[in-house]
């Protein structure tokens, strides 16, 4: 069957006669009444059963049109993709991300993609919540989980980078205070605690569920500490002027390791689900330019480029520090 075959059934039974049929395919009655009998013909099935008043596909001429809609609709699809990758991508992005990920390691990525392809223009917002994204009109989101459970057909959820959660001091609290040698010492420390999204009672932020790099079991311990926030970058500088023992992800902190502010505390725990994704409402077609923009993005944060700043690190304890009691 050739395309033009597909078109002439769907206009047959779109239309209910063969004249109707003729007239949306601008051809003479004649012309469909022949092809449609020559169709007939080679396929060795009637695919319509024609009356008076109306002509109505058989089971076999349903099957023929379902099979030829679905077949129309590839064509057209393959059709526009092609044309898409002739033309230089345009249009609107617009993107959600966390402030503090969206400012130190998203934003430079998006303003290089747009140098790149100068007629896509991108609309980012930073905010702490997760946005309804298909009810406000967002392309998708930089987000620090992926979707789980039931929801997760009703979303695309890709992995851009790996990331984890790790503890750090400054080497002022670990002179003053000590570096704990174990989880249960870590109790006895000022640790700093953010309650993320503002909410102070509906999730134990005082918990932190660790898990340890050798053997990836996997416990939680209880902290405690005279100073906690909604702001994980307030609670980063308190961390920073040596106020407390915090668990903050590599992305956020590695420069301040690199440049010896913060230093690692217990090295063989950490929080392994933060990795960096992308996150989207379903769609069957998703445009060139969003394609683009997560292949990208894929590149530019391959490797982790906070895990290699803050490889540059010893994680030892600075000198004169001493254990904790």
Known sequence: ?????????????????????????????????????????????????????????????????QRA?????????????????K?????????????GFGRLWLGPALASFQERYPRIDIQLQLTEQLPDLAADGFDGAIWLWSVQGRQAAQWVSRRL?????????????????????????????????????????????????????????STR???????????????RDWCVAGRGIMLRSLWDIAPHLASGEL???LPGYTMPDADIHWLAPYRADSPRRIRLLIDFLLTQFQGTPWRATAATVAQAAPRGSRPAR
């Open 221 to 235: 311990v209880r902290v405690n500490g005279p100073l906690t926030s909604n702001s994980g970058e307030l609670v």
């Open 87 to 99: 033309a230089e991508p345009t249009g609107l992005i617009r993107l959600a991300s966390t402030f």
């Open 263 to 265: 230093v690692r505390v």
């Open 161 to 217: 980078a790996r990331n984890q959660r790790v503890l750090v001091a400054s080497p002022r609290y670990i002179r003053q205070h000590g570096m704990p040698s174990s989880l249960e010492a870590l109790q006895q420390h000022a640790c700093l605690i953010v309650r993320e999204n503002g909410n102070a009672t509906a999730q134990r932020f005082d918990v932190w569920p660790l898990q340890k790099e050798r053997d990836k079991t």
């Open 1 to 65: 069957m050739e395309r033009s075959d597909l078109e002439l059934v769907l206009a047959v039974r779109d239309h209910g006669s063969l004249s109707a049929a003729a007239l949306s395919l601008d051809v003479a009655p004649p012309v469909v009444t022949k092809r449609l009998a020559a169709l007939e013909a080679r396929l060795g099935q009637r695919l319509f059963q024609r009356t008076t008043r109306r002509v109505s596909p058989t089971a076999e001429g349903e099957t023929v049109c």
């Open 69 to 85: 809609a679905a077949l129309l609709q590839g064509f057209t699809a393959l059709e526009a993709e092609l044309q898409e990758r």
